[in-house]
């Protein structure tokens, strides 16, 4: 048995272990306000003051990403720093979507070098005329998170990308990653600057900073904290290949919000957390969300909208109206536009490999069709990316040399960076936008594509059309980019199917200009009404949503390092007082203990589940004590439980959920009396028995009162998703039929109906107080459904004699769950730790020393 060096829960709270370097230049403030926080024996400390002191600031929103939405430029004559807003940036509108009660606060990291001793001066200029504070990582650091472990490792997994081979550069980096923990680390330390954690809501972007929930969360345990993967998230397979899958997704379950582009991509998280921590997600009322330690995440899908003001700002640059007008140049020919960032999943040479075989397909396009590809300046470096540069170009001039004429090239390359309403114009000419990227969290080139589309006046007035005109546009787009689902009437393809491809791109230069009508009106209206402040304000309003049961349970930090988590219960529920059972325990003269097995005494995920040494000895130990009446309470079969349980005298069994019980090992078997033989086994057998061909890793169990399907080890989603078709299947077969149809962990159980663990206790109390044994002491503790009905009747059943008071019951749950138990117990070492205890109590050796004690006392009084 593993002895841990600590049961108390404050003993377990700590600061992280890491090494990492603070932020230098710590601003000075007042915002940091004291709260409630619960004690480890749940007792709330209160602050009177609170209100007073939330209200003297204003409630802010802090956002936090691994840059700020700035730019930043030093005068190199007089040596003054120059900070403008960054409008590219997906931060920067963001705070026009929420209300004005909220203060935007923005923490990042600038994307220059600022020297040491110009960072104190730096961080109170931005902090005081742009409400953005900075994090500045040291430059080692800074290279192994972002260039390294972010770039080189999470950017391409999380896009499906794994390490194969030595020659590529993403293989996991123990010092890379922690890097990414200190620089992470650095972060949480900026916010603590300037937060009211009792007031103030924080919003994490991105991969760059998945751990830094773990860092708020161990400062203040009740931060209302929300996180946006602006990635996609990978399938569990491809995850489950992290060394540090564990410690990210621990982290991430930090936040009381997550948010998702797409549905596969929170469906992927999920299967994740399914799989590698076990933990179970509900629907309900339209909000996905997963249970962990007592606290409730949600799980929010929505993809992330344009900046619309931006864009229609641009439609009216003077600039634009030259620019369409160049362009006109273009006039008469079919335009298709391609932007996108210059890396290996953007699938470049797959859409220029698609206009090749387009042109030879469709000969009549030749002279006609133009390709103008837009690449954007890399965000990272490395040898895939000039590799897939070099192809590109290969590709590109070979096409133009097969297809070109004196006066016509059918691909053009713009290989810079070019200003928005110069992109702008490109959008508005083109006839068809095409992105065809084999993997990308969300791209908005579509809907920048339609807004452009959409048009302005200065547009009609360059392009010489009326205002009233009919506004068309045709999309082709990959089916892997996180935009997709949201542009039904797009043409969605198979990057990888090159003849696919050609075929889209055909079709959406000859479609009807009714069809591309209607199709671009009904993009248009969702573009234009789910933009970036409708995105902002709807996470929001679901992070506010998602906190405000945060005062109303008591909390406890507990785990080291990047496995701490916040344990959250109600102020009714609360963890077994070890002391306090003791002392009840030692002051009572007729006790019964009820003990389920499996998953109470011995691990569920225990291999072998016959009973140890430890186990027998400490059971011994109980029985032993006249005082003691104590039953295994189990599901498992008569023969297994006398087998295993034959040592230990005076141990009474319920076997099969009550249906047989014996007081002790040398007594028979009692066969329930208000039980019938379970008749139904030759019709659910041959059910059970498809189900289990069906599906790997489930087998059957029979009992002589119940057949049970296991599951446990067949696959998660898979053993669930059956497991819920075996219950209806088996509830519709016996809607009229004395039998009872449950679901328990990891299984499915007919038995015949008056059979619970409830009433065999309800049982074995009576016959106590018939015998004048009225219990003066009650203990019951299981983990399982089935241990519900016993913590049911316990609560709602009187017992002890008439004369007798109610005896002091502990009905106590392994884990912290939804139960109708009174207490907990977080596992099965907690319930032999409390065992052995008790069982030192009622040994021989206890007595023996405290009648001598005793002895001594009296001599000591006499004398």
Not at 164 to 176: E, G, V
Request: a negative charge; charged letters at 25%.
């Amino acid at each position: 048995m593993v002895v841990r060096s600590s049961s108390n829960l404050s003993d377990l709270v700590t600061e992280d272990s890491s090494n990492s370097p603070h932020t230098p230049g710590a601003l000075p403030h007042p915002l940091i306000v004291p709260g409630i926080k619960s004690d480890v024996d749940g007792k709330p400390r209160d602050n009177d003051d609170l209100n007073a002191c939330s209200s003297e600031f204003p409630q802010k929103i802090i956002i936090v990403a691994n840059f700020l939405p700035l730019h930043a430029q030093k005068d190199e004559i007089s040596g003054k720093w120059c900070f403008t807003y960054d409008e590219d940036s997906i931060l920067f509108p963001l705070k026009n979507g929420l209300s004005s009660d909220f203060e935007v606060l923005y923490v990042g990291s600038l994307k220059v070098d600022v020297e040491t001793g110009e960072q104190e001066k730096v961080s109170l200029q931005l902090l005081e005329e742009f409400n953005c504070l900075p994090t500045f990582l040291p430059s080692e650091i800074h290279e192994q998170f972002y260039s390294g472990f972010c770039k080189q490792y999470l950017w391409p997994l999380f896009h499906y990308m794994l390490p194969l081979y030595p020659d590529y550069s993403n293989r996991f980096d123990r010092s890379l990653w922690q890097a990414y923990v200190s620089a992470n680390k650095i972060f949480a330390d900026k916010v603590m600057e300037v937060i009211n954690p009792e007031h103030d809501y924080v919003w994490v972007h991105d991969y760059h900073l998945m751990v830094l929930a773990t860092f708020l969360r161990k400062r203040y345990s009740w931060i209302k904290l929300g996180f946006f993967l602006h990635s996609s998230f990978p399938s569990s397979e491809i995850y489950r290949t992290s060394p540090v899958r564990d410690e990210i997704l621990k982290a991430l379950l930090n936040a009381d919000l997550i948010g998702f582009h797409t549905f596969d991509y929170a469906r992927h998280f999920l299967s994740c957390c399914s799989r590698i921590l076990g933990l179970k997600y509900e629907c309900k009322r339209g909000y996905i969300k997963l249970e962990y330690f007592g606290r409730t995440i949600f799980i929010k899908i929505l993809p992330i909208g344009i900046h619309m003001g931006r864009l229609q700002s641009a439609l009216s640059h003077p600039s634009f109206s030259a620019n369409v007008r160049e362009l006109l140049k273009f006039k008469g020919k079919k335009l298709i536009l391609g932007v996108d960032d210059m890396d290996i999943f953007k699938g470049i040479s797959l859409k220029l490999l698609a206009v090749e075989q387009l042109l030879q397909q469709y000969p009549e396009l030749q002279g006609e069709l133009i390709l103008v590809q837009i690449v954007n300046p890399a965000r990272s470096t490395g040898k895939d990316v000039e590799t897939a540069r070099n192809e590109m170009h290969i590709t590109a001039n070979r096409i133009n040399e097969r297809f070109g004429l004196p006066d016509y090239e059918p691909v053009i390359i713009i290989n810079r960076h070019i200003p928005i309403y110069e992109k702008a114009a490109y959008y508005a000419l083109a006839e068809c936008c095409i992105v065809n990227a084999v993997r990308d969290g969300m791209n908005l080139v579509p809907y920048e594509y339609i807004v452009c589309r959409q048009g302005s006046a200065k547009m009609d007035e360059a392009l010489e059309i009326g205002s009233e005109s009919p506004r068309t546009s045709a999309l082709v787009v990959s089916e892997f980019i996180g935009c997709s689902p949201s542009l039904s009437g797009a043409i969605r393809v198979n990057p990888w199917d090159i003849n696919a491809v050609a075929d889209a791109l055909n079709l959406a230069i000859t479609m009807s200009s009714g069809e591309k009508q209607l199709r671009h009106d009904k993009h248009y209206r969702y573009v234009s009404s789910h933009d970036v402040v409708y995105w902002a304000k709807s996470f929001v309003q679901d992070l506010e949503n998602s906190c405000k049961d945060h005062y109303s349970k008591n909390c406890w930090g507990i785990g080291f390092g990047l496995n701490f988590r916040v344990l959250s219960l109600s102020p009714s529920f609360r963890k077994l007082n070890k002391s306090h059972t003791i002392s009840a325990y030692e002051r009572t003269n007729c006790r019964a203990i009820f003990l389920d097995y499996d998953g109470t005494i011995v691990p569920q995920t225990s291999i072998t589940k016959i009973p140890c040494p430890e186990i027998i000895d400490v059971l011994n130990k109980l029985c032993s004590d006249p005082k003691n009446t104590v039953f295994i309470v189990s599901g498992r079969e008569k023969t297994t439980l006398s087998e295993w349980f034959d040592q230990c005298e005076n141990l009474g069994i319920a076997a099969e959920h009550g249906y047989f019980l014996k007081w002790s090992p040398q007594s028979t078997w009692e066969k329930n009396h208000i039980s019938t033989n379970f008749s139904g086994k030759e019709i659910v057998e041959p059910v059970m028995r498809m189900y289990t061909e069906a599906t790997d890793g489930s087998y059957i169990e029979t009992k002589e009162s119940a057949l049970v399907w296991h599951y446990y080890n067949a696959d998660p989603d898979f053993g669930s998703w059956q497991a819920k078709e075996l219950l209806d299947h088996l509830e519709n077969l016996f809607a009229n039929e004395p039998f009872v149809v449950k679901k328990g962990k990891h299984i499915i159980e007919v038995k015949s109906e008056g059979i619970t663990k409830g009433l065999i206790v309800e049982d074995i109390l009576s016959q106590m107080t018939k015998k004048g044994k009225s219990p003066d002491f009650v203990l019951c503790i299981g983990d399982d459904r089935s241990d519900e009905d016993m913590f049911e009747s316990l609560l709602t059943k009187a017992y002890g004699g008439t004369s007798s008071p109610a005896p002091e019951i502990f009905s106590c749950t392994v884990g912290q769950k939804p139960s109708k138990a009174k207490y907990y117990l977080d596992d099965t070492e907690d319930v032999m730790g409390l065992l052995q205890a008790l069982g030192a109590i009622s040994g021989p050796n206890h007595h023996f020393l405290k009648n001598t004690l005793l002895e001594k006392q009296k001599k000591v009084v006499s004398t």
